[in-house]
């Protein structure tokens, strides 16, 4: 019989269940709601989990658990009755991560620095509904607080919440853009990679997390409770939400990180070589072990989670590789069957950061033929367009879909910047990379962008500069919103958000990674407006490319062999087959623009 992990309430009793297959005796450690006395129960083994029925309904209660047994790092093995560890399975803490000497130190107890996993009254599910989101849309990505930290119309008791996004100034915003899913980055509890607290720096990304289904409190405040209701509100106003989870690693980090969860519970789960190294195809400092039914298990159960408590219309999976690691990358890697499998995960949105730094790790078009697919390959070719040192060829590859890894019916999700690298305003205003603020010396971040400056590095008030900047940065968002596949928009690109050359900011949790509503570019923010209210009119066509479709040359006449193949070529005229084909859509790289035309 398969225990159903996690702490639940039912009736008369409170249940808790974890698994750790190793560990020689597991101790559950409550606390009352405010209290700060530990009581401790111990748990009973059955097969490799441990259980303790309590009794009474502890919603609100406090826990997390101390395993018992032996301490043999170099066999896998971090038992420390003194290291407080969260619950995998928990659904909400007391507080958010932060850092201690104690975490990582043996015999240390950390009890008072780590936070508490809070028992939950049984959750309402959200009825299964088709997502609210097709193929062909607009995704747009945002980090929670960065998106409404300074958003003035948002009241400052929900600035830089998830519960935010439900707020009118930001749906107007959505609809403004006809968004048709907005992709949260990361809001599931994190702990900030050591060397930051330091240098005064916290990680603003969440790309590190430690529980899996438990939502950072900073971020989500009010619980499972303000995810859903949100979801609600955006999907009454025809918005769907995606999660960004992170399920490659944890912010257990590598040999000298913290003893948090899972490695002081079952350290297998982390994928080790055959010296017991642990493996890094993350570069994270370590890599979860998918080959293993139990890391599957986690996983698929919190998506579960928040499919069915809050009613999330899908998933972006980062450096999505892992998931098919066992160790190599698999097509047919067990994950893959599983989810399409669940009833509720099937018919999810299911987007994958095709890539991760493991042998073989770029894998763009090799996942499911239901799963969507980040192109970085669309990103760099578009830059490079503009910026003079690519074909007309390879930008109509990319604009119909990336038929060379996809196929015609594209899975493409076509971006020109994302929350990792320049933003679209730094692209055209940078050349290289500025990360002094990371305390890295710089070294940080993409090496190459595919970026540059028009004439001044940085900010300028040369008016030709500007001038080359805004028509480049019209003719970067019209190539976007022409292309055949899904696309994605991040959150104040739309408007001209600078990070002042930081292409890794994360962790930058202030000004520079939130965005300044106040003094954005309403132009640049109306004309992306218009391309999108023109691509929302025409979405269906956009899933894939139109191969009826009509190419010319500038001046009308028909494009040689030649030409497709020179980056000297300026541009060309493409005519839509089908239903989209109403319009001229004229690429002139000289005049540096995207104009569509009726036909």
């Avoid at 896998?76 to 507080?95: H, Q």
């Avoid at 830059?383 to 119909?400: Q, S, Y």
């Avoid at 999700?413 to 305390?439: C, E, I, M, Q, S």
Wanted: proline residues 6%; glycine residues 10%.
């Amino acid at each position: 019989m398969t225990v159903l992990l996690g702490a639940y309430v039912s009736g008369p009793v409170t249940t808790f269940a974890v698994r750790s297959p190793l560990a020689e005796q597991v101790t559950l450690s409550l606390w009352s709601p405010r209290g700060k006395v530990e009581r401790q129960v111990e748990m009973s083994r059955e097969g490799d989990c441990w259980v303790a029925e309590v009794a009474g309904d502890l919603t609100g209660h406090r826990y997390g658990y101390r395993a018992h047994g032996a301490w043999d790092p170099e066999q896998g093995c971090w038992f420390d009755p003194a290291k407080l560890l969260i619950d995998p399975y928990a659904k909400e803490l007391d507080r958010r991560f932060r850092h201690g000497p104690a975490l990582a130190d043996h015999g240390a107890d950390t009890a008072a620095l780590v936070p508490k996993a809070r028992v939950t009254a049984p959750m309402p599910e959200v009825s299964h509904e088709a997502p609210r989101f097709a193929p062909g849309g607009l995704i747009y990505e945002l980090n929670v607080r960065g998106f409404s930290k300074l958003h003035p119309g948002i009241p400052s008791k929900l600035r830089g919440t998830v519960g935010a996004l439900a707020h009118p100034a930001a749906l107007t915003h959505f609809r403004k853009l006809h968004v048709s899913a907005v992709e949260l980055m990361p809001i599931v509890a994190w702990i900030d990679e050591r060397h930051l607290p330091p240098l005064g720096l916290s990680n603003a990304w969440g790309y590190n997390p430690v529980a899996l289904m438990a939502l950072d409190p900073g971020l989500c405040p009010g619980g499972v409770a303000e995810l859903r209701e949100t979801v609600a509100a955006l999907h009454a106003a025809g918005i769907g939400v995606i999660l960004d989870l992170v399920f490659n690693h944890t912010g257990e980090s590598d040999r000298l990180g913290p003893v948090l969860s899972l490695r002081g519970l079952d350290d297998a789960a982390y994928a080790k070589a055959e010296d017991g190294r642990l493996i890094n195809d993350t570069g994270c400092g370590n890599t979860l072990d998918f080959a293993r039914p139990s890391v599957r298990r986690l996983v698929c159960d919190a998506m579960r989670h928040f499919v069915r408590h809050c009613g999330v219309d899908g998933f972006r999976f980062d450096l999505a590789p892992v998931l098919a690691r066992g160790p190599g990358f698999d097509r047919d890697a067990p994950i893959f069957a599983d989810i399409a499998a669940d009833p509720l995960l099937a018919d999810r949105v299911l987007i994958a950061e095709p890539w991760d730094i493991g042998p073989g790790g770029y894998q763009l078009g090799h996942f499911p033929a239901n799963w969507l697919e980040w192109n970085d390959r669309f990103r760099d070719d578009v830059r490079r367009f503009w910026r003079g040192d690519a074909t007309i060829g390879e930008l109509a590859t990319r604009l119909a879909g990336s038929s060379d890894f996809f196929g015609a019916k594209t899975r493409s999700v076509n971006f020109l910047a994302a929350h990792d690298g320049f933003t679209l305003a730094d692209t055209v205003a940078y050349k290289v990379r500025h990360n002094w603020d990371n305390g890295e010396g710089n070294r940080d971040g993409h090496g190459e962008n595919f970026s540059w400056n028009n004439g001044v590095e940085g900010a300028t008030g040369d008016p030709w500069v500007l001038k080359r900047r805004q028509a480049d940065l019209r003719a970067l968002l019209g190539t976007l919103f022409v292309s055949t596949g899904t696309i994605m928009l991040t959150a104040g690109d739309e408007f001209g958000r600078s990070q002042r050359g930081n292409n890794n900011a994360y962790a930058q949790d202030n000004r520079t990674t939130w965005l300044d509503w106040e003094t954005r570019d309403l132009a640049l923010e109306d004309f992306t407006a218009g391309l999108a209210a023109w691509r929302a009119g025409r979405q269906a066509c956009f899933p894939r490319f139109a191969e009826t479709g009509l190419w010319r040359a500038l001046d009308g006449s028909e494009l040689a062999p030649a030409q497709w193949e020179s980056p000297s070529t300026p541009g060309f005229v493409f005519r839509p087959g089908g239903a989209a084909g109403d319009c001229d859509i004229r690429v002139d790289r000289a005049n540096r623009s995207v104009g569509i035309a009726p036909a």
